[in-house]
């Protein structure tokens, strides 16, 4: 029995991440003729394309996609492998990637990143600051951070802390349009809309005794991002509803109130995912363990 070729396994992995030999050639620091071979290796011995070739660019074959899960785990468990052979002052160096929502990236994570860059001088941190859904394990990320209720998958979730949503408009929006006191009359009133949700134009809360109601509001503006409504909602121009982080010194200095209090929208969670792998870099949970520290 033939031992697994595991170097061509990793390298696929990373010309499947990356889209190109060359750059691949350029991250491990070895030559483009051997990442080629490297693949041509493991497609021989496979009996099957991984990649269609052009002069320009390589994309994925069928049975590529189907067997990049396997290269991936390969690598990730290679490289945590290797790492737990070497002493502690060569574990925390190299690259982390981490996907984070635009907003939140931007208030809350930046100084906790900048404090992890201190700490760990060696670590390069490469985050990308989306508020769309990342696939963690086909773009290459090592960590996560969601803000969202979280459907069931193989990925592995901390929860680092609930986080209240509220309704909100501004007090001259209410001196001039009037405050609704159930949920049902917010079909009458102009309606912020979050779209990076499942059903946006869906608005479903639960009263104080426990009683649900689902009710769909008039759209006056709508994005996949919640900071960008504040400026509108805070001038008067409608009603919408944010999580606390993003709202919460508006409704403290005034600027917007809080309505239908005794009515919530389901309450969502700060979240770390990670790939499913049980093997992580060193590096990686320095930094998963730094983001639960000062992130919940």
């Known amino acids: 029995m033939n031992l697994p070729d595991f170097e061509a396994w990793a390298i696929f992995a990373a010309a499947a991440r990356l889209g190109s030999f060359t ?3 350029h991250e491990l620091a070895i030559s483009k003729p051997t990442v080629s071979k490297a693949v041509t290796r493991l ?23 189907a067997l990049l899960p396997y290269a991936q785990a390969i690598a990730v468990d290679g490289e945590a492998a290797m ?13 982390i990637r981490l996907a984070a929502p635009l907003s939140f990236g931007l208030s809350h994570l930046a100084p906790v990143i900048a404090d992890f860059m201190c700490e760990y001088p060696e670590i390069a941190v490469d985050v990308q600051l989306n508020d769309a859904r990342v696939d963690l394990v086909e773009e290459g990320f090592d960590v996560a951070i969601r803000i969202a ?57 639960k009263g104080p005794e426990g009683q649900k109601t689902s009710v769909r509001p008039r759209c006056r503006f709508r994005s996949n991002n919640g900071d960008i409504m ?3 909602l805070i001038a008067g121009r409608g009603i919408g509803y944010l999580p606390d982080f993003l709202c ?22 700060l979240n770390l995912m990670m790939p499913p792998s049980p093997h992580r870099p060193a ?12 992130l919940r």
């Open 23 to 25: 750059a691949v050639a």
């Open 43 to 65: 497609e021989e011995s496979l009996g099957t394309v991984l990649f269609h070739r052009t002069s320009r660019k390589i994309s994925l074959s069928t049975a590529g996609k």
């Open 83 to 95: 790492e737990a052979a070497r002493d502690t002052a060569h574990l925390l160096r190299g690259q």
């Open 149 to 205: 209720e979280l459907p069931d998958s193989s990925l592995r979730v901390v929860r680092l802390r609930g986080m209240k949503v509220h309704c909100i408009a501004s007090p001259d929006y209410l001196k001039r349009r009037g405050t609704p006191t159930r949920p049902e009359e917010l079909v009458d009133h102009d309606c912020f809309l979050y779209s990076n949700v499942p059903n946006p134009e869906m608005w479903n809360m």
């Open 230 to 232: 504040l400026p509108a």
């Open 248 to 269: 919460q010194d508006a409704i403290d200095s005034g600027a917007l109130e809080v309505i239908l209090p005794d009515w919530s929208f389901n309450e969502i969670a």
């Open 283 to 294: 590096r990686v949970n320095a930094l998963i363990n730094h983001l639960k520290k000062h």
